[in-house]
């Protein structure tokens, strides 16, 4: 049976095109278009579609309006179609809050020819969503984490690492991991499948949640404690050793398993360059990404765990990971900072007893 797909965008070109590439594929299916979303409510009625693609700004009723009221009143899978700017990065990330599974983004030149060069992911994207869990709202609603206790040991907190990867469904996950860290955790390197033009808006939503700094990645920085650094969308994200620092570096080499930036190339870079000082953690993603760098994170002696299949919005990127070996522990999203610190708690005492 085809995934069925409402497309909503006010412009008739791009509903044109996706529609021509949602209709490309075999296991999918555009069941009715709509210019706007109050033409939208009356065609989910009508046809009950497996996923929702949604414009970002339109007339008569805001994307970001319209998602909240049907993510309260009939949750289903959205997939945001967003604008290269600034604005759209930060309405983008209000609907990724609001409960939007996943997002791609509109060409700045050429739209028809772009959006068919995208087809391959947009094609993706949506059969992700399709198989993503819709948290109801009222857990997306609750009060977020309070930050655990700080860990009072500062050899932890410059000698380990934490090392995140994410994907679909990452941009809430990190936002729930990072809040919970005390302002003293271990400095943090994340690599999260997002375009250029959004990391930036990415951190800065995180750095005035979260008690601690949240950056986008420059390069050459020096890896500090109660830091995150996030790689940028054009960029992967490693970790390298100068001295007795650890620094920040990005490369523009080509994508890895289709990604840049790629989690299995951060994790590779923590495990020569870290080794037993880091501790990885995949999160919430479509595919594998990930899971044969924390192999090798494992191999060099880095303690690693994955997200449960139930907290996750799409169980690939752990079940890969966990599948492999790579992963010591799997938990449930809320659990997974106070177990992460909770590791490294127990590392520092059995250090200060040797």
Known sequence: MKTKVLIVDDSALIRSVMSEIVNSQPDL????????PLVAR???????????????EMPKMDGLDFLEKLMRLRPMPVLMVSSLTERGS?????????????????????IQTGMRDY???????????????????????QAP????????????????????????????????????????????LIA????????????KRLDALCRISVVESQGNERVLPGHAYIAPGHSHLLLARSGAN??????????????????????????QAAGKNAVGVILTGMGKDGAAGMLEMRNAGAHNFAQDEASCIVFGMPREAIALGAAHDVGPLQALPRMVLEHLATQGSRALRV
């Open 90 to 110: 930060e309405i983008t990330m209000r609907a990724l809050e609001l409960g939007a599974i996943d997002f791609v983004t509109k060409p700045k030149i050429s």
């Open 145 to 188: 984490s309070a930050p655990l206790s700080a860990l009072r040991s500062p050899l932890i907190s410059s000698e380990k690492l934490i090392i995140i990867g994410a994907s679909t469904g990452g941009t809430e996950a990190i936002r729930e991991f990072l809040m919970q860290m005390p302002s003293d955790c271990p400095g943090i």
């Open 246 to 271: 650890y620094m920040t570096r990005l490369e523009q080499s080509p994508p890895v398993n289709r990604h840049r930036p790629s989690v299995d190339v951060l994790f590779r870079s923590a495990a």
């Open 119 to 141: 087809a391959d992911m947009i094609a993706d994207k949506i059969r992700a969503a399709a198989r993503a869990r819709i948290a109801p709202r009222s857990v997306r609603a």
């Open 192 to 203: 999260q499948h997002m375009p250029e033009g959004f990391t930036s808006s990415f951190a």
């Open 29 to 36: 299916e555009v069941v009715a278009t709509a210019p706007d």
């Open 42 to 56: 009356e065609l989910i009625k009508k046809h009950n579609p497996d996923v929702l693609t949604l414009d970002v």
